[in-house]
């Protein structure tokens, strides 16, 4: 199972970024995908998640400002970033729980992370 993540880059404060996150392999199911972020310094926060029935979670520095998506028949998710502030600086990873045959146990995959700069 391999995940793609794309979409970082570089923002002014207040503006938007979205990250996409496209697993591909062999898949059987995935029951939940997430974001990550690490800075400097810093244990590695979870930003987002959204289970295969579209509940959602976020943390309490991302509500109201975040929003996360996905797209079950692409494999992908999607994290939309709005109203950004330098301390939303950080590298993003996506994360995704698979299962690759039916039945089988669902394993974490990590895809490489995209920086997002906030800065004017």
């Known amino acids: 199972v391999h995940l793609q993540a794309c979409g970082g880059g570089l923002v002014q404060p207040g503006g938007s970024l979205k990250l996409s996150c496209a697993a591909s392999?062999?898949?059987?199911?995935?029951?939940?995908m997430g974001w990550y972020r690490r800075t400097p310094g810093k244990q590695r926060e979870l930003v987002a998640y959204?289970?295969?029935?579209?509940?959602?979670n976020y943390a309490d520095s991302v509500k109201g400002r975040f929003t996360i998506s996905r797209d079950n028949g692409e494999n992908t998710s999607y994290l939309q970033m709005t109203s950004l502030e330098p301390e939303d600086t950080a590298v993003y990873y996506c994360?995704?729980?698979?299962?690759?045959?039916?039945?089988?146990?669902?394993?974490?995959?990590w895809g490489q992370g995209t920086q997002v700069t906030v800065s004017s």
């Open positions: 959204i289970t295969s029935g579209g509940a959602t």
């Open positions: 994360n995704a729980r698979v299962s690759t045959t039916r039945g089988g146990v669902p394993s974490d995959y």
């Open positions: 392999g062999s898949i059987f199911s995935i029951y939940v």
